[in-house]
């Protein structure tokens, strides 16, 4: 397993980071361990999580996958084998916090209540789940219109947060913190205050990146490679869809589109996704493997978020460390984007 430094941290984390969303909801917490067990023996190091997961989001699990996580520390006394990354909700569920939006307070508070549920004194990377103001994440990049708010108090805001998260660092905490759905100019703004306060710099962005979606590629890349902030990419399949399991109005059952909605399917979709697969088939390859090993070659890719519901579909996407792209499939990948450029 190839590694990177998680911005300039000095922490080192595996190219294939383990997702965990689905554990409380679709897996069970003998599935997690299990999980977490053979992520480790292959050499994946790097965990993420949220205090908002499991997933589909809802009060009567929210807080589950953090639990699992905790009682697998407690019983492997493996602390030191893994580096955890946790997020603040933002706001938006009232089940978590009353919906509030991110500030000082809920920065403690929810921090707080992650390290109890994870059964630990620290973690290594703590992130702002998604801005207060509003973003083009979690597909609303057609209707993003950042001139419907205001703009008092949002500098002030991004401000008070920074200073409790260093609070919290100097306390012992956390070790380095980052962002996830964020933008290009969110992400500029939390550098500069941070430079000019002296507080945490910024490790890394948490943001969606496929072959559906590559916003990345342009402003965020050249801040990214600039900056030296780490791209760890979510829903590198896109929600599972670049499987093409849901192609043609197909919901297997047990699937995330059985439990949820897949948000990521449409008329739009639909034909970008067909071609990824016959191009993938066309070369006898997975096309869930394809998806994360183009994935990997991204020059600002630190570490690519997988998940999975079986234990086959974990040891595949592992095993896309190891896929090495020919040239023509690239070219074909290319192909296909230049066809499909942007999706919903």
Not at 13 to 41: F, K, P
Not at 74 to 80: A, F
Not at 296 to 311: D, E, H, N, R, Y
């Amino acid at each position: 397993m190839e590694f990177r430094e998680l911005g300039r941290t000095g922490i080192s984390v595996s190219r294939i980071c383990l997702g965990t969303m689905t554990w409380g909801e679709q897996n069970s917490e003998a599935d997690a361990h299990a999980q977490i067990d053979y992520a480790l023996e292959r050499g994946v190091n790097f965990l993420d999580t949220a205090e908002l997961y499991s997933t589909p989001a809802r009060a009567e699990t929210q807080g589950r996958t953090e639990e699992y996580i905790g009682n697998w520390l407690q019983t492997s006394g493996r602390r030191q084998d893994v580096v955890i990354a946790s997020k603040i909700t933002g706001p938006g569920n009232e089940w978590i916090r009353g919906g509030r939006p991110i500030d000082g307070k809920e920065v403690v508070a929810a921090l707080d209540a992650s390290l109890k549920r994870l059964r630990t004194d620290y973690i290594d990377l703590y992130q702002l789940h998604w801005p207060n103001r509003r973003h083009y994440n979690f597909n609303r990049s057609w209707g993003f219109d950042p001139f419907c708010q205001g703009r008092e108090g949002v500098r002030e805001n991004m401000l008070e947060t920074l200073e409790a998260l260093d609070a919290q660092v100097k306390a012992g905490k956390i070790r380095a913190v980052g962002v996830s759905n964020e933008t290009s100019w969110g992400l500029m703004e939390f550098l500069r205050l941070a430079r000019e306060h002296n507080l945490p710099r910024l490790a890394s962005i948490q943001n969606e990146y496929n072959l559906l979606r590559r916003h990345f590629d342009l402003d965020l890349a050249e801040v990214a490679y600039f900056e030296e902030i780490a791209l760890l990419a979510y829903s590198p399949l896109g929600g599972g869809v670049l499987s093409g399991k849901y192609l043609d109005g197909q919901v297997p059952r047990g699937t995330r589109g059985d439990v949820g909605d897949v948000w990521r399917m449409s008329e739009h979709s639909e034909p970008a996704i067909r071609a990824y697969v016959e191009l993938a088939k066309a070369h006898g390859l997975d096309p869930c493997q394809m998806a994360l090993a183009y994935c990997l070659t991204k020059p600002f890719m630190t570490s690519v978020i997988i998940g999975a519901t079986s234990m086959a579909q974990l040891e595949a996407d592992i095993g896309a460390a190891d896929l090495t792209l020919s040239d023509t499939v690239l070219e074909g990948i290319e192909a296909i984007h230049r066809r499909y450029p942007r999706t919903v």
